[in-house]
T-cell receptor, first 112, second 115 residues
């Protein structure tokens, strides 16, 4: 039968490496940007967010960078672990009705 | 708290059949959302609700209907199922107050196949 496999960009890293996942967003008027992690068979899970008036925000092992000039968002994961293997989505959100617009995802594969 | 729960987990429908996807949240969130996710894609917003009795269309509302009679429940109705509605459906909820933006919490999803 026809394959219905995902055709997502994939980033393969070794355990312990730092990972950088990139995202281009479309709406320069978006107020809020979020990174979600989606494991196989599960719903998206919030990782970290950043407001449009910031250019960097750090969490536990994760950092989000926002470059509004080129409408680019990145997620950096330090000391990547096998449990970080998942699909990562960036999303833009407006403060009015909090509608999320998701970007295309990136699959992160972490090898032990 | 159970968070956001969805039923059923899986369903196969024949073309033209109808069904309701159930979504319930126990976090007293005023905002609720329905998304669909096609293979290899991000989520697309179908409908959303900012409170009981208030619903509005998202990006891809055609072929679906919703209602919000209580804060907790936000069912999604498919009236005449079509193969193009084969997808994974996610319900989400969030709190909203004073213009601030809050995290959306997602349910585990319903995988629907229409044949």
């Amino acid at each position: 039968g026809e394959s219905v496999g995902l055709h997502l960009p994939t980033l393969s890293v070794q355990e312990g490496d730092n990972s950088i996942i990139n995202c281009a967003y479309s709406n320069s008027a978006s107020d809020y940007f979020i990174w979600y992690k989606q494991e196989s068979g599960k719903g998206p899970q919030f990782i970290i967010d950043i407001r449009s008036n910031m250019d960097k925000r750090q969490g536990q092992r994760v950092t989000v960078l926002l470059n509004k000039t080129v409408k680019h968002l990145s997620l950096q994961i330090a000391a990547t672990q096998p449990g970080d293997s998942a699909v990562y989505f960036c999303a833009e959100q407006d403060t009015g009705f909090q509608k999320l617009v998701f970007g295309t995802g990136t699959r992160l594969l972490v090898s032990p | 708290n159970a968070g956001v729960t969805q039923t059923p987990k899986f369903r196969i429908l024949k073309i033209g059949q109808s069904m309701t996807l159930q979504c319930t949240q126990d976090m007293n969130h005023n905002y609720m959302y329905w998304y669909r996710q096609d293979p290899g894609m991000g989520l697309k917003l179908i409908y959303y609700s900012v409170g009981a009795g208030i619903t509005d269309k998202g990006e891809v509302p055609n072929g679906y209907n919703v209602s919000r009679s209580t804060t907790e429940d936000f069912p999604l109705r498919l009236e005449l199922a079509a193969p193009s509605q084969t997808s994974v459906y996610f319900c989400a909820s969030s709190h909203q107050a004073g213009g601030a933006v809050y995290e959306q919490y997602f349910g585990p999803g319903t995988r629907l196949t229409v044949t």
